[in-house]
T-cell receptor, first 115, second 116 residues
Framework: DAGVTQSPTHLIKTRGQQVTLRCSPKSGHDTVSWYQQALGQGPQFIFQYYEEEERQRGNFPDRFSGHQFPNYSSELNVNALLLGDSALYLC??????????????FGPGTRLTVL | AQKVTQAQTEISVVEKEDVTLDCVYETRDTTYYLFWYKQPPSGELVFLIRRNSFDEQNEISGRYSWNFQKSTSSFNFTITASQVVDSAVYFCALSSNSNSGYALNFGKGTSLLVTP
């Protein structure tokens, strides 16, 4: 049973560039959430996708956008990269019961470095 | 306000010692869920436990145990007879309707180092 997978593992970009990160949910899951984890901090919620729509968004600027595909996989796009966007980006999947009880299962993350 | 506080930034113990990781939370909701995750150096967050606000029974799973006390808004995690493989960063998280529903609100984590 495959868990949550993310690609790429590492990425180096320069300021002003754009980046796309990818996530495939755990088998049987249809909801994908994205988190940003700065060094030494806990993960911060970016947004969640369900039925190909953004269901909830955290306190992140519009430079952060996403997409969910019919096969439930998801992309996170970040435009006009800033140095402060350097972080570990974690994808989590869960069932779509739309409940605070849903357990989110995380992937290994993508380490983004902005120079 | 929704908040999770893990006051212990770093803990270092010698193998076989017991260690308790503290988690204090704030929420105005009566229904909420608390979680613990483990993050080894590889970076992946590993789910350990979920507890709802109506179930205050303590839980034990092998060397792991959790103590949930609503009276003190705490959900502490104890590792008995720690092992080197327990070295990781441990996060406590909260989900509730006031916390915009689906998002997990994480604490800053406690880094546990277990030395031989």
């Amino acid at each position: 049973d495959a868990g949550v997978t993310q690609s790429p593992t590492h990425l180096i970009k320069t300021r002003g560039q754009q980046v796309t990160l990818r996530c495939s949910p755990k088998s049987g899951h249809d909801t994908v959430s994205w988190y940003q984890q700065a060094l030494g901090q806990g993960p911060q919620f970016i947004f969640q996708y369900y039925e190909e729509e953004e269901r909830q968004r955290g306190n992140f600027p519009d430079r952060f956008s996403g997409h969910q595909f019919p096969n439930y996989s998801s992309e996170l796009n970040v435009n006009a990269l800033l140095l402060g966007d350097s972080a570990l980006y974690l994808c989590a999947s869960s069932s779509g019961r739309a409940s605070i009880a849903d357990t989110q299962y995380f992937g290994p993350g993508t380490r983004l470095t902005v120079l | 306000a929704q908040k999770v506080t893990q006051a212990q930034t770093e803990i270092s113990v010698v193998e076989k010692e017991d260690v308790t990781l503290d988690c204090v939370y704030e929420t105005r909701d009566t229904t909420y869920y608390l979680f613990w995750y483990k993050q080894p150096p590889s970076g992946e967050l590993v789910f350990l436990i979920r507890r709802n606000s109506f179930d205050e029974q303590n839980e034990i799973s092998g060397r792991y145990s959790w103590n949930f006390q609503k009276s003190t808004s705490s959900f502490n995690f104890t590792i008995t007879a720690s092992q080197v493989v327990d070295s990781a960063v441990y996060f406590c998280a909260l989900s509730s309707n006031s916390n915009s529903g689906y998002a997990l609100n994480f604490g800053k984590g406690t880094s546990l180092l277990v030395t031989p």
